[in-house]
């Protein structure tokens, strides 16, 4: 499938790392074009353009920023999440450590567009790199009058700061992420409020993924028209990286227009490693439920993916070969979510450990014939029953690995109990 990249355009030109290098490719335009644009037409436009938030959820971007109060006296943030810690997601990254302006540029037009003066980016501790590539690029921008005081001459003033996390996947879900922004442990708050109205420091705040403010600049300089014919339909619509890891002969990042079908997409990774079959594949992150391989037509996009009974998340896909062992991945799964519950809510913190606990007895050949119904029943006492997502996103998987492997699963567990105790880690 032919596409004319658009986020990943400059991935290859290693002078866009530069204020002139990033011009010379165009850009910087859409900026100058945003700062003679009403605010309201911005946001306008980027409703119109229908780009969903590529951070997870999926929630459409113009309809977040038109939250934010206009009559407000009190002081405005964006924040850009980079936290990226969503098992097998590795998108972000490229974005920020091969095109920094393209993600300053995005900044500045939603800052603009909702009336803030600071952006946040708030990276993951291990994006050493990223972290300094970016923190370059600002310094350059302000050299270049595209930060700072009267941005490119205009009447806006804007400031871009680095924070840097300390590596914890909970301050990825937005309001752990701005307690952990505030200096405080990073355990999410109550909603509502949301952060548009209270976010950091008390103050409306607009959280963003990295890749969703990239697509602003383009939506700006070439129109919401444009963006809407790239996708499968209109809920759907733009460019989209897909960071696709395990048994392909090419793992890495993607960028095709959201919706292509998972069995294209892994033709352009070069297909099964070593030509093997297809087991299974996750088509959205850890958090997202596993699909096997009859389900390899369905377009990746927000909606089919839901209907296919996973969801797109952050377009993490891992891929899984007729040697993998569904239960160890489903434990591995486990395991990962267990280790990141931050401990507030009761059903998440016990929960996460009982499944994590019950899947390595299994894993170990001493489960017990209760074992898959006592699983499914602690997960029906988180999904739902937590301040934040993390309950939900650590029983999709088990859920979903257990009814669409559940005689993999069977075959682990004796029939009969020996007199031992099971071992549990
Ligand atoms: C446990 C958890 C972890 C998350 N991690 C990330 C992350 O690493 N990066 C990200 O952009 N969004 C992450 N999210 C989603 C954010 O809460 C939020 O929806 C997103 O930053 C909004 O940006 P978007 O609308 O542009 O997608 C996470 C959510 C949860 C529940």
Redesign the pocket.
Known sequence: MAFEPVLTRNRDNPEALTVAGYRAAGGYQALAKGLRMEPGEIIDMVKTSGLR?????G?P?GL?WSFVPKDSDKAKYLVC?A????PGTFKDRLLMEKDPHQLIEGCILCSYAVGAAVTYIYIRGEYVDAAIILEKAIAEAMEAGILGDKVLGSDFSHRIYIHRGAGA??C???TGLLESLEGKRGQPRVKPPFPAVVGAFGCPTV???VE?LCNVPHIIERGADWFKSIGTDERNTGPKLYAVSGHVERPGTYEFAIGIPFEELLDECGGMWKGRQLKAFVPGGASAGVLTADDKGVCLDFDQVAKAGSMLGSAAVMVMDETTDMVRVCTRFAKFFDHESCGQCTPCREGTRWMSMILQRILDGHGRPSDLDLLLNVSSHIGGHTL???GD?AVGPVRSFVSRFRDEFLARIPEEIGSPLPVVR
Do not use: H, Q, V, W
């Open positions: 938030g590529r951070g997870g959820a929630f971007a977040k999440n936290d990226e810690s969503e996947y909970i990825g879900e937005e959280i963003n993924n969703t934040c997502a993390l996103a």
